[in-house]
T-cell receptor, first 114, second 108 residues
Framework: DAGVIQSPRHEVTEMGQEVTLRCKPISGHNSLFWYRQTMMRGLELLIYFNNNVPIDDSGMPEDRFSAKMPNASFSTLKIQPSEPRDSAVYFC????????????FGSGTRLTVV | KNEVEQSPQNLTAQEGEFITINCSYSVGISALHWLQQHPGGGIVSLFMLSSGKKKHGRLIATINIQEKHSSLHITASHPRDSAVYICAAIDTGNQFYFGTGTSLTVIP
């Protein structure tokens, strides 16, 4: 298995633009997580899905952020409109359950909003 | 108030030393997750545990539910163990609380 695949690896965008980050989880995993990491705030969980259903989105900072998982093999995190404070590394991870084994992280997307 | 506290923040060790990283939490948990972040930024899940002890190679994680404390031990440390180690407490409502990380440097 190729692991959790995130795209793009790097994204530079102008303030106000829409940004879409993509994640392909490991086949067979039924939980998917989106994290954000910054120097100021460290690692934060934004949202997670179980069997394609959003379970907890309390970490999503505001309405500009939205996440979808239309099927078991694909998820997106969208920021619209983007702001400079959204600059961070965004990680996607998948596992066989929230408290289960097989927890695997993607390589991350480094987002810079100028 | 931080729900999860890690210590030490920074740690330098000589190759071969036994290393302990501590994680204390204030919430009732379902599980505690240890993560390793390499200097290149990649994150690896080390352990997910809710009781007792788990071992993988030279890494051992323990948890004391009554004391709300977990430790990560590295035996016979090696320069390739140099990384940031992060603990995350997952409470009974599946909320995640992250420590700020322990930066470990192992010198040859």
């Amino acid at each position: 298995d190729a692991g959790v695949i995130q795209s793009p690896r790097h994204e530079v965008t102008e303030m106000g633009q829409e940004v879409t980050l993509r994640c392909k989880p490991i086949s067979g995993h039924n939980s998917l997580f989106w994290y954000r990491q910054t120097m100021m705030r460290g690692l934060e969980l934004l949202i997670y899905f179980n069997n394609n259903v959003p379970i907890d989105d309390s970490g999503m900072p505001e309405d500009r952020f939205s996440a979808k998982m239309p099927n078991a093999s694909f998820s997106t995190l969208k920021i619209q409109p983007s702001e400079p404070r959204d600059s961070a590394v965004y990680f996607c991870a998948s596992s066989f359950g929230v408290l289960s084994y097989g927890y695997t992280f993607g390589s991350g997307t480094r987002l810079t909003v100028v | 108030k931080n729900e999860v506290e890690q210590s030490p923040q920074n740690l330098t060790a000589q190759e071969g030393e036994f290393i302990t990283i501590n994680c204390s939490y204030s919430v009732g948990i379902s599980a505690l997750h240890w993560l390793q972040q390499h200097p290149g930024g990649g994150i690896v899940s080390l352990f997910m545990l809710s009781s007792g002890k788990k071992k993988h190679g030279r890494l051992i994680a323990t948890i004391n539910i009554q004391e709300k404390h977990s430790s990560l031990h590295i035996t016979a440390s090696h320069p390739r163990d140099s990384a940031v180690y992060i603990c995350a407490a997952i409470d009974t409502g599946n909320q995640f609380y992250f420590g700020t990380g322990t930066s470990l440097t192992v010198i040859p």
